[in-house]
């Protein structure tokens, strides 16, 4: 073997043992995304104005109507999205509306390509594709697990290697598998009545 063949084999060897020994990239820091007076300061809105939304003491409120939704400025594919919701219960109708949307692929329209993780009562916690996306092995007619209108309920959501973990009000109480898209925005929707949401945060937890 020659000189060359050496060296070129040699270098092969080594950038194999730096991929082989090179960890994901690190989970991120915690992200706040409660606006503390202005929604423009962590979302974009989509389909619906602006003045859709409004925040009040860190509390984002959606009138419901028009539909639409207001977006996340970046991406994610592996991350820990958290917050609380409740409807406003004041005329409220039985079943109120509105939904998580995960992984939204471009264009933005009201009711793109992406998962939903519903928020209507009384199937909240349900999971499916909407505009084409795909997910696998979700429940789909979830019932029963939000608390009386107007009291605050929890949702954490973990996306990692496309499969989706949904914990509700401190219990795990869906999942699926096979996320498409794999990396996208995600979304609050407006959608039918007014709403509320607080203490949102997202880790991004790194992986490609």
């Not at 592996?78 to 939204?104: D, H, M, Q, T």
């Not at 009384?122 to 997910?135: H, R, T, W």
């Not at 925005?185 to 880790?203: D, K, V, Y």
Request: aromatic residues 8%.
């Amino acid at each position: 073997m020659n000189k060359t063949r050496v060296l070129v084999a040699v270098a092969i060897v080594a950038w194999a043992i730096v991929v082989l020994v090179t960890p994901p990239a690190a989970a991120g820091e915690v992200e706040p995304l409660s606006p503390k007076n202005n929604i423009s300061e962590h979302w974009v809105p989509e389909v619906a104005p602006p003045d859709t939304w409004s925040v009040k003491d860190g509390v984002i409120i959606c009138k419901g109507q028009p539909h639409g939704y207001i977006r996340t400025k970046k991406e994610y594919t592996n991350y820990l999205f958290k917050l609380e919701w409740r409807y406003n219960p004041e005329g409220a109708p039985p079943n109120p509306n509105s939904g998580v949307l995960l992984n939204i692929a471009p264009p933005h329209k009201t009711w793109p390509k992406c998962v939903e993780v519903q928020l209507m009562n009384p199937e909240a916690g349900s999971i499916f594709p909407l505009g084409g996306g795909v997910v696998k092995g979700a429940i789909e007619k979830l019932k029963g697990k939000a608390r009386p209108m107007g009291e605050w309920n929890s949702y954490e959501i973990t996306v990692k290697d496309g499969r989706l973990t949904l914990v509700f009000n401190g219990e795990k109480v869906n999942e699926g598998t096979d996320l498409e898209p794999r990396r996208g925005t995600i979304a609050l929707q407006s959608e039918g009545w007014e709403i509320h949401f607080r203490n949102i945060s997202i880790q991004d937890l790194g992986g490609e």
